[in-house]
């Protein structure tokens, strides 16, 4: 009975949960049916007070926009992430090996990046003077996000503390390469860690906006969470300019010019 009854709280309190993390989101739904003057005087509500479809008009008509802009952010999170995956379980798995020799020298240098890095101008001059990924898509993928120490140190614990060295050593009895110790024992049995990091890696990658802000000048190569800025920054200028009484001639992305008084 209180086995059940505990069963009963734990599924009404993750309920209750699951409805606070589900709210913002219906809410921003309903505003996409809402028209636009009722949202701006009434705010956001559960039920669309007055119904329309205009949002979703506009983005079929700037859909090349629009659907360029989910293509580059969805094919740089899924890259990015297998990129970073690959990465970081290859790096961390000597790092676990007791018998690998540099292991904690190796360990301390991943640590170091976690405390100190170059900043920002050496940054953009490394990857656009020596590597020249300016204006590619490279740029979305390669800077800052492909590999975390975090990340890296995480699949290293794991693979130390939930995998028994004896099962390296029956391998290695068996006469199994490093190679396939990695690929066939320590991946398949790392599948929780792999998918927790992997997460870590793809929220990073789709919401990440500052690659594309430092090295890329090209419209063409911005993502969703870029266009969104450039957007909202051109909604500011407007309004600010329209506030001073000024005439104003705006281009948003992919739109023909058109005054506003």
Same mark, same amino acid.
Request: proline share 5%; glycine share 6%.
């Given at each position: 009975?209180?086995?059940? /009854?505990?069963?009963?709280?734990?599924?009404?309190?993750?309920?209750?949960?699951?409805?606070?993390?589900?709210?913002?989101?219906?809410?921003?739904? @309903?505003?996409?049916?809402?028209?636009?003057?009722?949202?701006?005087?009434?705010?956001?509500?559960?039920?669309?007070?007055?119904? %329309?479809?205009?949002?979703?008009?506009?983005? +079929?008509?700037?859909?090349?926009?629009?659907?360029?802009?989910?293509?580059?952010?969805? @094919?740089?999170?899924?890259?990015?992430?297998?990129?970073?995956?690959?990465?970081?379980?290859?790096?961390?798995?000597?790092?676990?090996?007791?018998?690998?020799?540099?292991?904690?020298?190796?360990?301390?240098?991943?640590?170091?990046?976690?405390?100190?890095?170059? /900043?920002?101008?050496?940054?953009?001059?490394?990857?656009?003077?020596?590597?020249?990924?300016?204006?590619?898509? @490279?740029?979305?993928?390669?800077?800052?996000?492909?590999?975390?120490?975090?990340?890296?140190?995480?699949?290293?614990?794991?693979? &130390?503390?939930?995998?028994?060295?004896?099962?390296?050593?029956?391998?290695?009895?068996?006469?199994?390469?490093?190679?396939?110790?990695?690929? &066939?024992?320590?991946?398949? $049995?790392?599948?929780?860690?792999?998918?927790?990091? /992997?997460? +870590?890696? @793809?929220?990073?990658?789709?919401?990440?906006?500052?690659?594309?802000?430092?090295?890329?000048?090209?419209?063409?190569?911005?993502?969703?969470?870029?266009?969104? $800025? &450039?957007?909202?920054?051109?909604?500011?200028?407007?309004? %600010?300019?329209?506030?001073?009484?000024?005439?104003?001639?705006?281009?948003?992305? /992919?739109?023909?010019?058109?005054?506003?008084?």
């Amino acid at each position: 009975m209180k086995k059940n /009854g505990f069963y009963r709280f734990s599924l009404i309190y993750l309920g209750i949960l699951t409805a606070i993390t589900l709210f913002p989101l219906v809410l921003l739904a @309903a505003g996409s049916f809402t028209d636009e003057s009722v949202l701006i005087r009434d705010g956001y509500t559960l039920l669309p007070a007055k119904f %329309s479809l205009e949002a979703y008009a506009y983005i +079929f008509r700037k859909f090349s926009l629009v659907g360029r802009a989910y293509l580059v952010t969805v @094919a740089t999170t899924v890259i990015g992430t297998v990129l970073s995956l690959v990465l970081s379980a290859s790096l961390a798995y000597p790092m676990s090996r007791s018998g690998f020799k540099y292991r904690n020298t190796l360990s301390f240098f991943v640590y170091f990046t976690m405390l100190f890095n170059g /900043g920002i101008v050496p940054s953009y001059i490394l990857w656009t003077n020596y590597i020249n990924i300016k204006n590619t898509y @490279a740029a979305l993928v390669v800077p800052h996000l492909l590999m975390s120490a975090f990340n890296v140190l995480l699949i290293r614990n794991y693979y &130390r503390n939930s995998i028994p060295e004896a099962l390296y050593e029956a391998a290695q009895m068996d006469g199994a390469t490093e190679f396939v110790i990695f690929s &066939r024992i320590t991946l398949p $049995m790392s599948v929780p860690v792999l998918s927790t990091v /992997g997460l +870590f890696c @793809a929220l990073s990658y789709w919401n990440s906006w500052t690659n594309a802000m430092y090295y890329v000048t090209d419209p063409k190569y911005y993502g969703i969470q870029n266009l969104l $800025m &450039r957007i909202m920054k051109n909604i500011e200028y407007l309004k %600010s300019a329209i506030e001073s009484g000024e005439e104003v001639v705006m281009t948003l992305p /992919g739109q023909s010019r058109w005054p506003l008084p």
